[in-house]
């Protein structure tokens, strides 16, 4: 189950996928300029900023990735959530076995 869902100010620039196993993932569609928001919400609450998606080559200078195989609530949001607060997870990655797996998350 997704916590969070999103959405985008110019769907036809940009996409997020919604379906497993693509949760969440962004999506350029078109060239042009647009913002990732929280559904829902105004983009001026919780926005990503202009993301722009251009026809240009680019080179990736540097990955960051995190392997992520758990996820435990150190604070968990309220029931109903409304207005401001507080929240923190703890990230875990443990591959104790031969096959075990996990997810890797990645940015350039």
Do not use: C
Not at 33 to 48: H, I, P, Q
């Amino acid at each position: 189950t997704l916590l969070v869902t999103y959405q985008v100010s110019e769907p036809t620039v940009l996409a997020i996928a919604t379906a497993a196993p693509s949760h969440n993932v962004l999506r350029g569609l078109a060239v042009g300029k647009g913002e990732v928001f929280l559904d829902g919400r105004d983009a001026t609450f919780a926005s990503s900023g202009i993301v722009r998606v251009t026809n240009e080559e680019v080179t990736a200078e540097k990955l960051v990735s995190r392997l992520l195989t758990g996820v435990q609530w150190m604070s968990a949001p309220p029931a109903n959530v409304r207005g401001d607060f507080t929240a923190s997870v703890q990230l875990q990655h443990s591959l104790p076995s031969e096959g075990t797996t996990g997810r890797i998350f990645a940015r350039v």
